[in-house]
């Protein structure tokens, strides 16, 4: 059986947060419907400190940032951005219209339209997110979506000077420094200043999160992106030290960011869990990891690697790390995480920062039924259908007129009657009983 060596806090408080979460987060929302751009400027007042006379960055004002920023940043952004989208087209290019001729003239289609606009919002706050201007906007405009309005926040009353070039080079249509729920509502239900897009996309702390989730059917969005996960499976011949390396590097992205051992070697838990102690007080972000390993962090050993597997698979995490002699097993044996990372040499921050898939992933057990952002969430797959063939039509008139009613659907009924009898030997006895 397997047992844990370090447990989280109990679910209920983390519950009872949620729903704190919830209620302040429906209050803002409804009081920007009623109140637009000046409940915009309010909260971002009372947020961010920042109420400048707009918040889109003009032309000059974005060439202006983007020309202070090194150009050792600017090279490794555009470096970034050529691995986020090399991937993103090669995904783009797996999708393809199909047309197919089910019976004779009978022809259905589908094709994949991008939406009209997105919305991409880019966490700031304590940490200027850059990379995740790489992965909405770079991922967007691989799809072909006309209209990107980006979002980021200043950090301590300054423009994230770094984060605003990545949206630039990215291709943004529009730059706004607005950060926190009040852009994500702003986007979505559109204000006097800002125009509302069909989709946002982006990842956030729980506020970000959970507007989200209440916009959702107003707007569409990506996924559930909320605070950062990571699960690492490592067996006996992991090194503990970069398992306790990886499992901080991702818990330092908040005090509410799990982090998760699954191991099959109970040394190699003991062993983790010291490295992780040891390393906490030296962290320079130990505010927000320090408390992320103590409310949320865990160590669980199981019986067998493949116990290991079902254990990972139960939690459903954003992002796996596999620590183990086969790291490719875990392709086989395992079905929901948000994204996967087999093996010593390739760690959850290259995927956060720098190797090219897409860093916005399903958090909170959405892996379940969602993997993480991609150029297929910017598309729309839609059908259409033509008969060009009369008999084929008449057919399927005779078909649906009897298919309808047994629904007791009378007008679809007809409707199929009317083929059928145009352009074969149905006939209307309905019209004839209507004196028409």
């Known amino acids: 059986m397997p047992h844990t060596i370090k447990s989280p806090v109990p679910a209920g408080e983390v519950r009872a947060a949620r729903a704190d979460v919830a209620d302040r987060v429906r209050t803002i929302l409804d009081d920007i419907r009623e109140s637009g751009d000046e409940a915009v400027r309010r909260y971002s007042e009372k947020f961010d400190d920042w109420s400048p ?7 000059e004002e974005i060439e202006r940032i983007v020309s202070g920023v090194p150009d050792t ?3 490794d952004i555009r470096f970034v951005q050529r691995q986020v989208r090399t991937f993103a087209e090669a995904q783009r290019d797996t999708l393809r219209d199909v047309e197919i ?5 009978v022809h259905l289609g589908h094709r994949h339209i991008p939406v009209a606009g997105a919305g991409a919002y880019v966490p700031g706050g304590r940490y200027p997110l850059t990379a995740s201007a790489h992965m909405t906007i770079v991922t967007a405009k691989v799809a072909g979506v006309p209209r990107v309005a980006a979002c980021t926040p200043p950090i301590r009353g300054e423009i994230p000077a770094a984060t605003v070039a990545a949206m630039h080079l990215a291709g943004a249509d529009e730059i706004y420094l607005l950060g926190g729920v009040q852009a994500v509502a702003a986007l979505a239900i559109g204000t006097e200043s800002i125009g509302r897009v069909p989709l946002i996309a982006g990842p956030g702390n729980a506020y970000v999160a959970e507007a989200k989730r209440q916009l959702f059917g107003e707007v569409g969005i990506d996924l559930f992106a909320g605070p950062t996960e990571i699960l690492v499976v490592a067996d ?9 390396v990886d499992l901080l590097s991702q818990a330092e992205h908040g005090p509410d960011s799990p982090a998760v051992l699954v191991t099959t070697s109970e040394a190699v838990g003991r062993a983790v869990q010291r490295h992780v102690e040891r390393l906490l007080p030296t962290m320079p972000t130990r505010d927000y990891a320090g408390p992320a390993w103590r409310d949320h ?12 597997f079902r254990i990972a698979d139960s939690y459903a995490c954003e992002h796996v790390e596999i620590l183990t002699q086969n790291p490719r097993r875990a392709l086989d044996r395992m079905r929901d995480y948000g994204a996967l990372f087999l093996g010593e040499g390739t760690c959850v921050s290259y995927g956060d920062k720098v190797i090219g898939t897409n860093h916005v992933l399903p958090t909170r057990g959405a892996a379940r039924y969602t993997g ?8 729309k797959t839609v ?9 084929s039509s008449a057919l399927l008139g005779e078909v649906c007129g009897r298919a309808s009613r047994v629904e007791l659907f009378e007008g679809h009924a007809r409707s199929g009657d009317v083929r059928s009898a145009k352009y074969g030997k149905g006939t209307l006895p309905w019209n004839d009983e209507a004196g028409a």
């Open 383 to 391: 059908t259409y259908q033509e008969v060009t063939d009369t008999a």
């Open 297 to 308: 962090g865990e160590i669980v050993v199981a019986d067998s690697l493949d116990e290991a």
């Open 236 to 244: 006996e011949h992991a090194d503990p030290f970069v398992a306790a």
């Open 53 to 59: 006379e707009s918040f889109l960055l003009g032309p």
């Open 101 to 105: 001729e089910t019976l004779p003239g």
């Open 372 to 379: 993480g952002l991609w150029v297929g969430k910017y598309l």
């Open 73 to 75: 940043v600017l090279d």
